[in-house]
């Protein structure tokens, strides 16, 4: 569970930086393996990972496969303490670190370089976005997650977002959770309405609709704000 709440927090905070909300899904996050402790860790809380972030599928990817490209800088305030006078070298035989230098003292937390035994607190190791993914890290653990959002991922993003609003407004009716409801929905525009259409079926089991039908015009529905577009909605108690 360690593992699967720094993940989901590295992930949250890639989908915060890139201002993709939760609700959107996203294809997939890569995972460089540590070690085969490690993936079979995360493999058994796989699917409360992909559910609290929203993402299709988890890939594991050998850290050699040259993917990804690590750098490494000297954690100054560590090293002061623990240096001193030494700083200017050991910072140098940091800065000189190569790739695979970076992946051992990533798995063992450890390394012994140019006379000097570090560790992994002692170094900052980042790792660069690749295109069309966002890729960040905490201590050993990296994650890339893939940031492109294809039409398909778009339209089940508005879905999910549509059962967000209907289900306050079922709130805002004072609706108990098992209450059946039928819905209308003015049609606005070609995205809004293929969505619905396409996850027409998910959108009644998570509100508890009988039906969802789209009008070409509702006179009295109400306004909802779906951050990109506003539709008219009106919901009946059934």
Same mark, same amino acid.
């Given at each position: 569970?360690?593992?699967?709440?720094? =993940?989901?927090?590295?992930v949250?905070?890639?989908?915060?930086?890139?201002?993709?909300?939760?609700?959107?899904? &996203?294809?997939?996050?890569?995972?460089?393996?540590? !070690?085969?402790?490690?993936?079979?860790?995360?493999?058994?809380?796989? !699917?409360i990972?992909?559910?609290?972030?929203?993402?299709? @599928? =988890?890939?594991? =990817?050998?850290?050699?496969? *040259?993917?990804?490209?690590k750098?490494?800088?000297?954690?100054?305030?560590?090293?002061?303490?623990?240096?001193?006078?030494?700083?200017?070298?050991?910072?140098?035989?940091? %800065?000189?670190?190569?790739?695979?230098?970076?992946?051992?003292?990533?798995?063992? #937390?450890?390394?012994?370089? #140019?006379? +000097?035994?570090?560790? $992994?607190?002692?170094?900052?190791?980042?790792?660069? !976005?690749?295109?069309?993914?966002?890729?960040?890290n905490?201590?050993?653990?990296?994650?890339? $997650?893939?940031?492109t959002?294809?039409?398909?991922?778009?339209?089940? *993003?508005?879905?999910?977002? +549509?059962v967000?609003?209907?289900? %306050?407004?079922?709130?805002?009716?004072?609706?108990?959770?098992?209450?059946?409801?039928?819905?209308?929905?003015?049609?606005? *525009?070609?995205?809004?309405?293929?969505? &619905?259409?396409?996850?027409?079926?998910?959108?009644?089991?998570?509100?508890?609709a009988?039906? &969802?039908?789209?009008?070409?015009?509702? @006179?009295? *529905?109400t306004?909802?704000?779906?951050?990109?577009?506003?539709?008219?909605?009106? =919901?009946?108690?059934?």
């Open positions: 569970m360690g593992y699967a709440q720094t =993940i989901c927090s590295l949250h905070s890639i989908r915060k930086n890139s201002k993709i909300k939760v609700r959107t899904p &996203l294809q997939r996050v890569l995972l460089p393996v540590l !070690d085969e402790k490690f993936s079979n860790r995360v493999k058994g809380v796989e !699917d990972i992909k559910s609290e972030v929203n993402v299709k @599928s =988890i890939e594991y =990817i050998d850290d050699a496969s *040259g993917l990804l490209v750098s490494v800088k000297p954690n100054l305030p560590k090293l002061g303490k623990q240096y001193g006078s030494k700083m200017k070298e050991v910072s140098a035989v940091i %800065n000189s670190m190569n790739k695979e230098e970076i992946s051992s003292i990533e798995k063992n #937390g450890r390394l012994s370089k #140019g006379g +000097f035994d570090l560790v $992994l607190e002692e170094v900052l190791i980042s790792s660069q !976005d690749i295109p069309g993914w966002s890729v960040t905490e201590g050993n653990i990296t994650v890339a $997650l893939d940031i959002i294809t039409p398909e991922l778009k339209r089940e *993003g508005i879905a999910r977002d +549509f967000n609003r209907v289900q %306050n407004m079922r709130k805002d009716m004072g609706l108990e959770v098992l209450d059946k409801i039928e819905i209308e929905v003015e049609q606005d *525009g070609e995205l809004a309405t293929s969505s &619905l259409k396409e996850f027409k079926d998910y959108i009644c089991t998570e509100t508890q009988l039906s &969802l039908e789209l009008k070409e015009r509702l @006179s009295d *529905g306004e909802v704000d779906m951050d990109e577009f506003v539709m008219k909605v009106r =919901i009946r108690k059934n």
